[in-house]
């Protein structure tokens, strides 16, 4: 069940199907595929499917750096060896929040989680609760941490004479004069509407993204059919689609495609 083809029904599953079954299944609320690039969504998902199989508190459910989010996938391939599930993770495509490889990856996730136990729901998991759990055990290593920091504060503090302590209080006892009065009402007001102007902005050019992500990924799919993937005019697509650097155009390329297929034509 790990290989699944590229033409299993399991790669037609739109985004809004698997937000929403990620959602339902785990309480959260997702509105973008880019949010699961942290792979800690992928762990809870095995974690739900096959109990106690995940040990949940070496994810990091705030992981934002690469640096994060690989520790994560490590988790995650080592789940998957131990149950031997053959799938590679693209681990380096997925933790840069390319829509469409974290998409892909979802489409596979769900197909397969679906496959096991028939796609029953364990109705005796509780999502928040195992997130919870990774949340207290960083917090214990976080209040260790600072414990120690409070020694070693203390300790220096102990070691400066009595009268550079008070200096030091006292500097630190000053509070800076607070700024008030009408302009900075007025700044505040139009710091708020710039804020508000920017979100709406946002908002719009991430539909605008969605929707034409949404136009190349039925233009990839019709490509990969298997009566056009060796057409040339497919191909030549392909090849714009699947371009790994982005500052340089694969236009050229796709053309030269294009233009061998008609030179052996008329040959």
């Known amino acids: 069940m790990a290989n699944i083809g590229i033409m299993d029904s399991a790669y037609f599953v739109g985004r809004n199907e698997l937000l929403t079954w990620i959602n339902a299944r785990l309480q959260l609320n997702l509105t973008r595929i880019e949010e699961v690039a942290s ?3 992928q762990c809870q998902m095995m974690d739900m499917t096959y109990p106690g199989a995940v ?3 070496k994810v990091n459910f705030d992981a934002k750096t690469e640096y994060d989010m690989i ?3 490590k988790v995650l391939q080592d789940v998957f060896s131990k149950l031997k599930i053959d799938k590679h993770i693209e681990v380096n495509r997925l933790v840069k929040g390319r829509p469409l490889d974290n998409l892909e990856f979802l489409q596979w996730l769900k197909r397969y989680c ?3 136990n028939g796609g029953i729901m364990n109705e005796n998991y509780n999502p928040l609760e195992r997130r919870s759990k990774v949340g207290r055990e960083r917090n214990v290593k976080g209040s260790q ?3 120690k920091s409070l020694l070693t504060n203390n300790s220096h503090n102990l070691g400066l004479g009595e009268g550079m302590t008070k200096n030091t ?3 630190q006892g000053r509070s800076s004069p607070v700024m008030g009065g009408v302009d900075s009402s007025t700044e505040i007001q139009a710091l708020s509407k710039e804020v508000t102007d920017l979100k709406l902005s946002v908002d719009h050019l991430e539909k605008e993204r969605d929707f034409y992500f949404a136009k190349l990924r039925d233009i990839e799919i019709l490509c990969q059919t298997p009566d056009l993937e060796d057409v040339p ?3 030549a697509v392909k090849k714009i689609l699947y371009a790994a650097d982005a500052r340089e155009s694969a236009l050229a390329e796709a053309q030269e495609v294009l233009s061998h297929s008609v030179d052996g034509s008329k040959s």
């Open 233 to 235: 005019m497919a191909m």
């Open 55 to 57: 040990p949940m508190h």
């Open 114 to 116: 679906e496959s096991v």
């Open 145 to 147: 941490r600072s414990a």
């Open 71 to 73: 520790q994560n996938y």
């Open 39 to 41: 792979g800690a969504v």
């Open 169 to 171: 209080g006292i500097k």
